[in-house]
């Protein structure tokens, strides 16, 4: 799904160069809300936020990183070796518990409480879902992360955030909460988009403006500011105090816009129209590596025109009843997850498949780098948490969870780590992301589970 705030790009681009800039009425209230979250980096970009997500656990002594004499002296694991690039731009957290789905309260069985709580923090609410063991549980009890920074810094965008998929519903005719992670509100979730093409029809089809408009529009921009800037200071020597007041907020949105205006690199060399894609079938096993470069390419263009800056991409779904054929790996998803340990020959189709998870999760991480922004790139102004609902698929564990936080958001993570935090919460790991995007609360989500920021992994 993807949340519309109502513009189109062109609409977009046309009311940023237009007449709304003028001067204030000096006895009415200048409403500042459009500007009051713009959460920017040091060198003035945008801070964006991505949930990557992948299903039913992994095998844990072919997942973490082999420690060193600090925590930055680390050897990448088996299923992490194609992230070995990218290790410096990297957080890999050991001992995150999810403790708001482990069976303490709330209904439902593991992999029901681990799609509805992962990044939510709250336990399920009551309902007839059916689970794996028969356990009955309703929808997620929260609003979660990436909807709460839409909320917060999505106001900028014409999008608020944008939920894609990869195959992440193909086995239920009807949606159930082992198949949803984003919730707008409790009982409220989002579904991702598997089309590729629909996809790009929701973000691109108005997005006809060529580089030469785009140059004409900052030109335009750049006119008015100066203009305005003009008036202010004519203004300002006559004014009496409390317009003098007014005068000034209005002249820090200025600012803000100037500072929107010089980062605007990013929606210039960056940021182009992609090429429609072809029609194919989003279900078929056969098209999944395609689609998931696909959804890849449009999240990142999105990001890189400014259409959104939350956005996430959910590779199948809690059930995951999944085949990988060109990786040759023809069994079922779900059952391969819950192979006894002496099952090599399925462990190592998991492992396969881990990988191979591994390797897109490059991908969207180099595609994010290659993109120049001031003295750093996209993936430096971004956050990208890696998630999954359970630890272990054959015990159901919600202990050590396999996540890993790409991207330092601007300067504010310090990157280049794996730390081994014992037991902890996973939504104090979540603090810590709501505080790079300026939320200062301590807490996310149930405060019962939740023991505030994890130390070590900011600057």
């Known amino acids: 799904m993807i949340r519309n705030r109502g513009l189109t790009r062109r609409t977009f681009l046309r009311g940023l160069a237009g007449s709304a800039l003028a001067l204030p009425l000096l006895e009415m209230n200048l409403a500042r809300s459009a500007f009051a979250q713009d959460i920017m980096s040091a060198d003035g970009f945008p801070k964006r936020f991505i949930y990557f997500f992948h299903p039913n656990g992994t095998i844990q002594d072919s997942w973490w990183p082999t420690a060193g004499g600090s925590t930055r ?9 194609p992230l070995e690039m990218m290790k410096h731009k990297l957080i890999i957290p050991k001992g995150i518990e999810l403790k708001s789905g482990s069976g303490a309260v709330g209904p439902g069985e593991p992999h029901q409480r681990g799609m509805g709580t992962l990044l939510s923090g709250y336990p399920l609410q009551e309902g007839s879902f059916v689970g794996g063991d028969g356990s009955l549980a309703g929808w997620g ?59 790009f029809d929701q973000l691109f089809s108005d997005f006809a403006t060529a580089p030469d408009e785009l140059q004409e529009v900052r030109a335009r921009r750049k006119s008015v500011l100066d203009a305005v800037r003009d008036q202010f200071s004519t203004l300002n020597t006559r004014a009496g105090y409390a317009d003098r007041l007014r005068l000034e907020q209005h002249m820090e949105i200025i600012r803000d816009l100037e500072v929107r205006l010089q980062s605007e690199g990013v929606s210039g060399q960056a ?44 590779y199948s779904n809690a059930k995951n009843h999944i085949r990988f054929p060109w990786l040759e790996s023809l069994g079922d998803g779900h059952q391969l997850s819950h192979a006894g340990p002496s099952n090599t020959r399925a462990h190592e189709e998991w492992i396969a498949r881990d990988r191979w998870f591994a390797s897109q999760f490059n991908y969207l991480l180099t595609k994010l780098d290659a993109i120049q922004e001031g003295d750093g790139t996209m993936l430096d102004n971004t956050v990208i948490l890696w998630i999954n609902e359970l630890s272990q698929g054959n015990t159901h564990s919600q202990n050590n969870m396999p996540f890993v936080l790409a ?45 505030g920021p994890l130390a070590g992994i900011t600057r």
Do not use: K, W
């Open 141 to 199: 009890g929260g609003e979660t992360l990436d909807q709460i920074l839409a909320d917060h810094i999505g106001a900028q965008t014409p999008f608020g955030s944008i939920q894609l998929g990869v195959r992440s519903d193909t086995t239920s005719p009807t949606a159930e909460v082992r198949t949803r992670i984003s919730y707008r509100a409790a009982g409220e979730p989002l579904p991702p988009i598997n089309e590729p093409r629909v996809v």
């Open 271 to 314: 940021c182009y129209a992609p090429e429609r894609p072809e029609e194919l079938n989003a279900d078929h096993e056969d098209t999944m590596p395609e689609i998931s470069e696909l959804q890849i390419d449009l999240l990142v263009m999105a990001m890189a025109c400014d259409l959104t800056r939350v956005g996430s991409i959910q």
């Open 73 to 81: 002296e680390f050897q990448m694991s088996r299923i992490l070796e």
């Open 407 to 451: 991207g330092s958001g601007g300067g504010f993570f310090d990157v280049g780590q794996y730390i081994d935090f014992g037991n902890v919460s996973h939504t104090d790991l979540l603090v810590n992301v709501q505080h790079c995007f300026g939320i200062d609360s301590e807490v996310f989500g149930d405060p019962r589970f939740c023991n």
